[in-house]
């Protein structure tokens, strides 16, 4: 007699537990219907800023490409970087072993946000352009301790130092530096010399 209770308690508590795992899958399909789901734009590759633009209210947008990927997809999306009017400028020099590299000549018409007139360099953006979205613009990339030119890495090593130098001061920073209005930076890559006495 006790072990038919206690079968038939297993079976009640087997049939609560699979009760309470139907409702555990099928209560929240009611709390988020399926129509509620955010819908996500695709990812648009882009080569410079003009092939971001969006028709928002049949009004076109400007949007940053970078790192070959537009950073807005949709009207509905949120802009990290809005295209502002008025520019913040300061001025950019890229020094490779005494030789200054023309900026402008190494950056696209078609891009929006960042524009080059040697030294200066105007951003039209009202979020945090670092020095790395600059460089990019003009074919560059900034990490730690190299400097990539046209796919060529000029790096620090025992035979070369490379410096970022903003107002005359050294940042380490690197490619996260964001600039600010007036900043003189530059950076140099530059063979050591030795100094013997």
């Not at 929240?28 to 928002?56: K, M, W």
């Not at 990539?148 to 530096?177: H, W």
């Amino acid at each position: 007699m006790k072990q038919k209770k206690q079968q038939r308690f297993r079976q009640i508590a087997m049939i609560i537990f699979l009760v309470l795992i139907v409702l555990g899958f099928t209560i929240p399909g009611f709390l988020n219907p399926p129509d509620s789901v955010v819908q996500i734009a695709e990812p648009r590759l882009c080569h410079t800023d003009v092939d971001c633009y969006l028709f928002c209210d049949e009004t076109p947008k400007e949007v940053l490409c970078s790192q070959n990927l537009c950073q807005q997809n949709s009207c509905e999306e949120a802009s990290y970087y809005a295209f502002k009017e008025t520019p913040l400028q300061f001025s950019l020099m890229v020094e490779l072993e005494n030789e200054t590299l023309s900026l402008q000549n190494r950056s696209s018409s078609q891009n929006l946000f960042v524009t080059f007139n040697d030294p200066t360099v105007s951003l039209f953006s009202s979020g945090l352009l670092t020095l790395q979205h600059v460089l990019e613009k003009a074919g560059m990339q900034l990490t730690a301790p190299c400097l990539v030119v046209d796919a060529v890495r000029y790096c620090e090593d025992d035979g070369t130092t490379l410096q970022i130098l903003v107002n005359g001061n050294q940042t380490f920073s690197y490619g996260n530096y964001v600039p600010k209005e007036g900043d003189a930076v530059k950076i140099e890559l530059k063979r050591k010399t030795d100094q013997k006495e």
